[in-house]
């Protein structure tokens, strides 16, 4: 099947367990990088949805995603959905690649970041949802869970500044 | 600092009088960020979290003394919103970080020849804490979106079921908001935020009344906004012309796609348990997992459990599917 999107292997290029006592009784868990290739379809007009799925299980009580979309054509639009089927947060690009009516002669890549916090999250398979036409770039998602027993939110503010310089994309 | 960043900025205003503009003092880390603003029109609330370069209408570079400027000599008469971001360095000029320490923008409302002075002072991220001149519509949109900000964030304040309340408490102070907001866009814009579109079928009442109440407003986000409310009367009328016009064959053709589909939509929602179809029903009308889990007299997960079922049968991905969902 002549698929327009490809999952470039899911490039996991690192599922990261930060080891359950590096942060004393913390536990944390860093998946990145899961990339989605989105290619050019110029010949197909019809939207494509894709998705990358985050398991949010017991063991955690904290979770940061952040999602960065750089395109340089077509449209797309990005959902967080959480496992209730409930869309958290969204965002969209769109890139025509050709001058605007602004003369601004602006034109290129488009990059649109979006960093989402849920303490004790509702447990299940969370997704992101991309939906794209005639698009042509790359998502990159990333994830961040962690436990604190008292899901204390100066501690895990604490411990997400420690992880977050792994979460830069 | 402020005390002196204030008559700067009005002096630099009064010699810029013939030419008013938006006037921005902020203090960017210019070693992360490019010392250039963007300045995007946002034409239609919902592209909020939207980025292209067709938005990006103007650009300015810093001045020497830290202040970037944008002429409001050619905007539109009325009220428009406005967003201005930055762009890290080596990153191109239409790109957007939503959230977190570097989210790169804020909004305002402007309208043309207008002057606004904006101080930014240190806050939680690369914009910081803004001050507008005056109170006007501005300074409202600064107080919605720090009740915003407080909604958004609420998934951190505990389990699930205070979430819930929570939820409930900050949604319907920023329906309050919309309701008292003598700035009509401002108010607009948060009726935008909680999702109005769910919310009407819920309480139309509160809709109706409130466009009575903004009737005179003309602007374009109005009546974006008064077209996407489902059932208005501008529907009614379309369907009685269309009724009494030489449509017919359309008409008819069109109604037995109508019955296919709502016979497709029958067939599988017998393939909902008896349960399932009880938590269907009320979902449909709106209520939340605990108010079901209330009235059926079972858990809250118990429910989830149900509605993530109805979704996989039914072919939806949420809640607004499922209410929009034709039986």
């Known amino acids: 099947m002549k698929t327009i999107i490809r999952k470039a292997a899911t490039t996991l290029i690192l599922m990261t367990m930060l080891g359950s006592t590096i942060f004393g009784q913390e536990y944390a868990r860093m998946e990145r990088i899961k990339t989605l290739q989105i290619e050019k379809t110029a010949n197909k007009p019809e939207a494509v949805t894709n998705v990358v799925e985050i398991n949010v299980t017991d063991e955690f009580n904290y979770l940061k995603i952040k999602v960065q979309g750089n395109f340089d054509a077509g449209e797309i639009l990005v959902e967080i959905v959480d496992p209730l089927g409930e869309v958290k947060r969204d965002f969209s690009i769109k890139n025509g690649k050709v001058v605007t009516e602004t003369g601004l002669n602006m034109k290129g890549v488009v990059i649109a970041e979006m960093e989402r916090s849920y303490r004790n999250p509702v447990k299940g398979k969370w997704v992101v949802r991309s939906t794209s036409k005639k698009a042509d770039g790359k998502i990159l998602v990333y994830s961040l869970q962690i436990y604190n027993p008292k899901a204390d939110l100066i501690e895990l503010e604490q411990i997400e500044r420690e992880t977050d310089s792994h979460l830069r994309f | ?327």
Not at chain 2, 90 to 119: M, R, T
Not at chain 2, 151 to 170: E, M, V
């Open chain 2, 1 to 327: 600092m402020k005390k002196l960043l204030v008559p700067l900025l009005l002096s630099y205003g009064s010699l810029s009088n013939s030419n008013a503009g938006i006037i921005i003092k902020i203090d960017l880390d210019t070693t992360r960020w490019a010392p250039v603003a963007y300045l995007s029109v946002i034409g239609d609330y919902t592209k909020i979290n939207s980025i292209s370069y067709s938005q990006i209408i103007a650009t300015s570079k810093v001045s020497p003394d830290g202040i970037y400027k944008f002429s409001t000599k050619y905007y539109p008469e009325k009220d428009c919103l406005y967003r201005v971001h930055f762009a890290r360095r080596g990153y191109p000029p239409a790109s957007l970080v939503i959230g977190g320490a570097d989210q790169n923008y804020f909004f305002l409302f402007a309208c043309k020849e207008e002057e606004i002075n904006i101080i930014s002072e240190q806050g939680e991220n690369t914009i910081g804490d803004l001050k507008f001149d005056g109170q006007g519509r501005n300074s409202a949109l600064k107080e919605l979106n720090i009740k915003l900000k407080i909604f958004d964030s609420l998934d951190y304040q505990g389990t699930q079921i205070n979430n819930r309340f929570f939820w409930d408490a900050q949604f319907n102070e920023i329906k309050k908001f919309a309701d008292t907001c003598s700035y009509p866009l401002v108010s607009l814009y948060a009726l935008y935020y909680i999702d109005y579109d769910k919310d009407y079928l819920i309480d139309p009442k509160f809709y109706h009344n409130y466009l009575r109440k903004w009737k005179s407003e003309k602007s374009e986000y109005f009546e974006v906004f008064r077209k996407s409310l489902k059932g208005s009367k501008t529907n009614v009328w379309l369907i009685l012309l269309i009724s009494f016009s030489g449509l017919t064959p359309i008409i008819t053709v069109t109604y037995k796609v109508y019955l296919k589909r709502k016979n497709n939509a029958k067939n599988m929602l017998t393939e909902l348990s008896i349960n399932e179809r009880k938590v269907f029903e009320l979902l449909k009308q709106g209520k939340s997992n605990k108010e079901i889990a209330s009235e059926l007299s079972i858990s809250v997960n118990t429910v989830k459990s149900h509605a993530n079922s109805i979704y996989s049968k039914l072919k939806i991905r949420s809640r607004k599917e499922l209410i929009n969902f034709d039986i």
